[in-house]
C-alpha cells in the first residue's frame, strides 16, 4: 500500500516439502502481469490425471460466499471462487480477479481494474457490476449475512444492514464494466486485504437471483476460480476439477480435487497411514492427540503457526455467567500450560488477551492464573447474584478428540480449583454451530481465526450484542464507543492504543476465556508440493501439485 504502510502476514507454505517463514512486505498499486508464479517450462507428459486426496470434517452447510461462516465452507469456497485479491506462493498479497488497483492518501477510496480475461465458469465476463452486486445483496438485511459487519468499512454499508439507510448509498459502484471503486466511512488501510475474504466476492447474479438454493449443489454453483465443483455427493464426498475457464488456468496443476467428508479425526488419521487421503490434521482435519507425540518422534510434525485464539464463551445473557466476577472466576482458575502441554502438544502460547501476541497490543496478556483469586471471586459473584450453591452448568463442545479432551481438562480444574462440577456436553459440528448463534448454552467452546490480519477482527465483534459472531451476547458502551473511536484514527500508534483500551475493558469484563493462541499441527503425503496454508488459516489448492 502507499506511503508504506503494511499489515505483517505470515504464509506457511509447502515448497518441496519444507515449510517456509514469515514475509512482510508493502504492496504496490502498480498493475501485475500475474498474480502467481510462472508455470514450469519444462513438464514431463501427463499420462494420467494429477489428483489430490483430501478430506474436511463435516458437510459444508453452503457453497455461497456471503453466507459460509464455517471453515469447511471457506476452503472450498476458495477452490471455487476468487476475490479481487489473493496469495502467491511468494506469500505476498497480490492481484487476483483484479489486475491493479489504487487508493487515496487517506485511505477511503480504493479503486480496482477488474482482469477482462475473467470469467464465470459459464463463460459469462466476471464485471465489476458481479462485485457490486454481491456486497450489496450481502449487506441486505434479507441475505441474513453474519459476515455483513465486515462491510461496514464502506460507506453506508452498516446503516443499509441494520435498516437505518438504503442500498443506492451504499459506497460501491462500478465505474465502469471493469472498474469497481469503494468509498470508506473513515481510514481503513487494511481495506485491499480484506477484499481477500469470501464477503467481497463477486456473484454470478442472475444464477442468485434465479435459484434460492443455487449453491447447495454441483450443477448449480456458477463460480469463477481455479475449480469446478464437478460432483457434491452430500455427507460423503465433493470432487472439484481444473476450470477450462479460469484466467490463471496455466498455473493450477492439479486437474482433480478429491475430497471426501470424514466427521471422525480417528478415522480421517487412518486413512492418511493407509494412504487413501494425502493429508493428516490441518486444515483437512484435526489431528488425534494420541498421534501427535509419535508423529514429533518421527520427525515428521509441522505446525501453522495462524494468528487466532481457542477460548470459552460464556453466555453473559443469565445467570450465572451474567455475573463479571464469575466469569473471571472461571478464567482465572483454568491452567492453560497445563492443557498446552499434555493434550495441545504443540508449543503453543497460553493466551491472557483474546487479540494474538503477532498483533501487538499487549503481548504480555492482561491477567494470569489465580487460583485463590478465583475461589474469592466466585464466592463474590455468588453473594452478588443471591446464590447459595452453585448451579448446574454445562460446557459445550464440538466433536473432536482434542477438544474433548481439553473439555475434560477444564472440567477437571474448574472442579479442583472452584468446587464446582461442570457438565459436558459433545455435540455434532452442525448442532453445536446452531447452538452457539442462537447463545443456547451455557459455556461453549470457540475458536477465532484472522480474517484479516488487524486487531479490529478480533475486537468489532463485540461491537454490538447482535453482531454476527458475537457468541456471549456481550455489550459494553464505552467499549462500542473506542471501536468507533478506532474506525476514524488514521495514525497508527493513536489506534493502537485506542484498541488497546478496548481489549482492556474485554478482558476485565471476560465474556470469554483465552485458553491459547493458534498453533495447528499436520502431517502431509511427501509428494504434496506447493500447497498453501494461508495466512490466516484455511486451504488454497490452485498451486499444489502431487509428484509421482
Known amino acids: 500500500m502507499k506511503k508504506g504502510i503494511a499489515l505483517a502476514t505470515c504464509l506457511s507454505l509447502l515448497l518441496g516439502g519444507v515449510l517456509a517463514g514469515c514475509s512482510n512486505s508493502s504492496q504496490s498499486s502498480s498493475p501485475a502481469s500475474s498474480t502467481s508464479a510462472p508455470a514450469a517450462q519444462t513438464e514431463e507428459k501427463k499420462t494420467e490425471p494429477m489428483v489430490l486426496h483430501w478430506s474436511i470434517n463435516s458437510e459444508p452447510p453452503s457453497m455461497d460466499p456471503g453466507i459460509a461462516v464455517d471453515a469447511d465452507s471457506f476452503d472450498m469456497i476458495y477452490a471455487a471462487f476468487e476475490g479481487l485479491t489473493n496469495y502467491d506462493l511468494n506469500g505476498q498479497l497480490t492481484n487476483a480477479t483484479a489486475e491493479s488497483f489504487t487508493n487515496n492518501d487517506t485511505f477511503t477510496q480504493f479503486t480496482f481494474k477488474i482482469r477482462k480475461d475473467a470469467k464465470w465458469n459459464n463463460g459469462d465476463p466476471v464485471t465489476a457490476n458481479d462485485f457490486v452486486y454481491a456486497i450489496k445483496r450481502n449487506l441486505d438485511p434479507k441475505t441474513a449475512s453474519e459476515y455483513a459487519y465486515q462491510l461496514y468499512y464502506i460507506k453506508g454499508g452498516e446503516e443499509f444492514n441494520t435498516g437505518k439507510g438504503k442500498a443506492e448509498d451504499i459506497g460501491v459502484k462500478a465505474l465502469d464494466d471493469y472498474t469497481v471503486q469503494f468509498d470508506l466511512k473513515a481510514p481503513t488501510p487494511f481495506f485491499r486485504e480484506l477484499t481477500f475474504f469470501p464477503t467481497l466476492f463477486p456473484l454470478h447474479q442472475k444464477t442468485v437471483e434465479g435459484n434460492p438454493n443455487w449453491a447447495a449443489e454441483a450443477k448449480t454453483i456458477v463460480s469463477n476460480g481455479p475449480f469446478n465443483m464437478e460432483s457434491w455427493e452430500h455427507k ?30 480417528n478415522t480421517a488419521f487412518s486413512m492418511f497411514e493407509n494412504g487413501e487421503v494425502d ?3 490441518y486444515p483437512a482435519s484435526t489431528l488425534p492427540a ?15 503457526d495462524n494468528p487466532g485464539t481457542q477460548s470459552v464463551v460464556f453466555n453473559t445473557t443469565k445467570p450465572p455467567f451474567n455475573n463479571k466476577k464469575i ?50 471471586l466466585l464466592a463474590e459473584g455468588m453473594k452478588e447474584l443471591g446464590l447459595t450453591t452453585f448451579p448446574e452448568v454445562t460446557y459445550t463442545f464440538d466433536t473432536t478428540d482434542v477438544n474433548k ?21 459433545t455435540a455434532e459440528l452442525k448442532v453445536y454451530r446452531d447452538m452457539r448463534s442462537q447463545a443456547n448454552f451455557d459455556m461453549i467452546r470457540f475458536q477465532w481465526g484472522a480474517d484479516f490480519n488487524d486487531p479490529i477482527n478480533f475486537l468489532e465483534m463485540f461491537r454490538d450484542k447482535t453482531g454476527g459472531n458475537n457468541h456471549p451476547d456481550w455489550e459494553n458502551p464505552k467499549f462500542k464507543e473506542l471501536i468507533d473511536k478506532s474506525y476514524q484514527e488514521s495514525d497508527l500508534e493513536k489506534r493502537k492504543q485506542i484498541l488497546l483500551e478496548a481489549e482492556t475493558i474485554l478482558m476485565d469484563e471476560m465474556p470469554l476465556a483465552p485458553i491459547n493462541f493458534r498453533g495447528s499441527p499436520y502431517v502431509k503425503n511427501d509428494k504434496v508440493k506447493d500447497f498453501i496454508i494461508y495466512p490466516l488459516g484455511g486451504a488454497y489448492f490452485k498451486f499444489t501439485s502431487v509428484v509421482q
Open 236 to 265: 460423503s464426498k465433493i470432487v472439484f476439477t481444473k476450470s477450462p475457464t479460469y484466467w490463471d488456468k496455466d498455473n493450477v496443476k492439479l486437474d482433480r480435487l478429491e475430497i471426501v467428508m470424514i466427521d471422525d479425526n
Open 279 to 281: 493429508w493428516g490434521g
Open 290 to 304: 494420541d498421534a501427535i507425540q509419535s508423529i514429533k518422534d518421527q520427525g515428521k510434525l509441522m505446525v501453522a
Open 327 to 376: 466469569r473471571q472466576a472461571f478464567s482465572y482458575a483454568i491452567n492453560r500450560q497445563e492443557i498446552i502441554d499434555n493434550i495441545l502438544q504443540t508449543g503453543v502460547p497460553a493466551a491472557y488477551g483474546w487479540v494474538p501476541t503477532s498483533m501487538g497490543l499487549k503481548p504480555d496478556g492482561y491477567f494470569k492464573e489465580d487460583a485463590e483469586g478465583a475461589k474469592q
Open 405 to 425: 479432551k481439553v473439555a475434560e481438562a477444564l472440567q477437571d480444574q474448574w472442579k479442583k480449583v472452584l468446587g464446582v462440577q461442570v457438565k459436558l456436553y
